[in-house]
């Protein structure tokens, strides 16, 4: 079955700087690519998504890369600000209703 | 569109209690799943429902867990026995019937055993 593997497991960064977090997934077949954000205590929220048949996207400070030789996706937010501190996870799964693979969340956290 | 609506929020019980949490996915969405997430981890599958039929519950630990869709819109997850290590966040979520989807996620069930 399909293992998604997250990068790093904790971010800091300063407020105005970019923040990375970078997957990578072992299977082929996947090729929907779901970001979610998850503030404490609150639920997942798809903030950005990539199916294969793109390699990029962008929606205003945030965007994702996708490299499906290699298996790994990446999440780039820009201009970062103290309200996008949370956990994010990033997913994989086939085309269509199937379950969604998870990473084991990156927690970024923008100082002031 | 209103979203999943779960319930309870929380819930503490001891070891070899049952519990039920309960799902209310949104209107018209078909596709719905039970997420357990375990604290610092990414959320991971229990069941897939599409309709009122098990589409996915290979990892459901089939022994202690149940589940139902009846009628094909509310679900429940039940617990019985519960373990220590059942102790986690409960996420209910929905999707529509089409190639490409968004998974919603309801709010939880934090669920704590002692």
């Known amino acids: 079955g399909e293992n998604v593997e997250q990068h790093p497991s904790t971010l800091s960064v300063q407020e105005g700087d970019s923040a990375v977090i970078k997957c990578t997934y072992s299977?082929?077949?996947?090729?929907?690519f779901p970001w979610y954000k998850q503030e404490l205590g609150k639920r997942p929220q798809l903030i950005i998504d990539?199916?294969?048949?793109?390699g990029e996207k962008k929606d205003q400070r945030i965007a994702v890369t996708l490299n499906k030789t290699a298996k790994h996706f990446s999440l780039h937010i820009t201009e970062t600000q103290p309200e996008d501190s949370a956990v994010y996870f990033c997913?994989?799964?086939?085309?269509?209703?199937?379950?969604?693979?998870f990473g084991k969340g990156t927690r970024l956290s923008v100082i002031a | 569109e209103a979203g999943v609506a779960q319930s309870p929020r929380y819930k503490i019980i001891e070891k070899r209690q049952s519990v039920a949490f309960w799902c209310n996915p949104i209107?018209?969405?078909?596709?719905l799943y039970w997420y357990q997430q375990i604290l610092g981890q990414g959320p991971k599958l229990l069941i897939q429902?599409?309709?009122?039929?098990?589409?996915?519950d290979s990892q459901l630990p089939k022994d202690r867990f149940s589940a139902e869709r009846l009628k094909g819109v509310d679900s429940t997850l039940k617990i019985q026995p519960a373990k220590l290590e059942d102790s986690a966040v409960y996420l209910c979520?929905?999707?529509?019937?089409?190639?490409?989807?968004?998974?919603?996620f309801g709010p939880g069930t934090r669920l704590t055993v002692t």
């Open positions: 429902f599409q309709n009122n039929g098990v589409v996915d």
């Open positions: 990539i199916r294969s048949n793109v």
């Open positions: 979520a929905s999707s529509a019937d089409r190639a490409y989807y968004e998974q919603y």
């Open positions: 997913a994989a799964s086939e085309e269509g209703n199937t379950p969604l693979v």
């Open positions: 209107s018209g969405h078909a596709t």
């Open positions: 299977d082929s077949a996947s090729n929907y």
